[in-house]
């Protein structure tokens, strides 16, 4: 009966629930990508038959923007933590993937699929930090983060240019940007929300962070874009 009971509180949440879509797009002028030299790794080097491109800033040619992360904020959530881990891989010499959010307390499975030596150090601020080494001779390593947290990164000590980055949840609305700058999320119970969209910072564009308000319906889909300019701070 109990079982019963929690499957049509699951079944109803779903049913009173909508997706929310959208494009996070550039604006402004772009810069040229740059790749990542490897030569320093021999391993790193040979695992890729052409140039490997920094995946800080990647657009497509209608200046979409990849590796946004996009989160609702203020749903309620009750449900258990998924059993599937996140992943975290070190796959020639570079972090797959390069942005993503986890759920607290779910298992996050770190990886080593290269034949070289990575260090994985954790730069979390309120989460505890984490650094250790993964030989080659050492493929997996569980880990996992206990307290709500926005994105941070974790990078290779060995290998300067690898870094991924991650933020903590409590829910599971939360998406990342393919290719083309399109997000999709799935299953939000219908009410008003703040959504949040980020991108990390580098060298010569600040960080991107702004937030909208989106009234999400049951049984439909909502469109949500954002727009990041050059010299934008973060912000909400």
């Given at each position: ?21 959208g494009t996070v797009s ?117 880990t996992t983060f206990d ?90």
């Amino acid at each position: 009966m109990f079982k019963v009971f929690i499957s049509s509180i699951l079944v109803l949440s779903i049913a009173f629930s909508g997706t929310l879509v959208g494009t996070v797009s550039f604006e402004g002028k772009t810069k040229k990508p740059r790749s990542i030299p490897m030569d320093a790794d021999p391993v790193c080097g040979a695992s890729h038959g052409e140039k490997v491109m920094s995946e800080s800033f990647v657009v497509d040619k209608d200046k979409n923007l990849k590796n946004v992360l996009v989160w609702v904020e203020g749903v309620n959530y009750n449900n258990d933590v998924p059993k599937e881990p996140a992943i975290i891989d070190q796959k020639g010499c570079v972090y797959v993937p390069h942005v993503q959010g986890i759920l607290k307390g779910q298992k996050v499975l770190i990886k080593n699929s290269d034949a070289t030596l990575h260090n994985i150090h954790s730069m979390a601020k309120i989460n505890n930090q984490f650094n250790f080494a993964m030989p080659k001779v050492v493929k997996e390593k569980a880990t996992t983060f206990d307290k709500l947290e926005e994105p941070f990164y974790i990078k290779c000590d060995v290998h300067p240019w690898m870094k991924t980055w991650v933020s903590v949840f409590d829910h599971p609305f939360f998406a990342t940007t393919d290719e083309n700058g399109n997000y999709q999320i799935e299953n939000i119970p219908a009410g008003t929300y703040t959504v949040v969209a980020w991108h990390e910072m580098d060298s010569k564009f600040k960080g991107f962070k702004e937030a909208k308000t989106i009234t999400i319906t049951k049984d439909e889909s909502s469109n949500l874009s954002f727009k990041m300019k050059k010299g934008d701070k973060h912000k909400k």
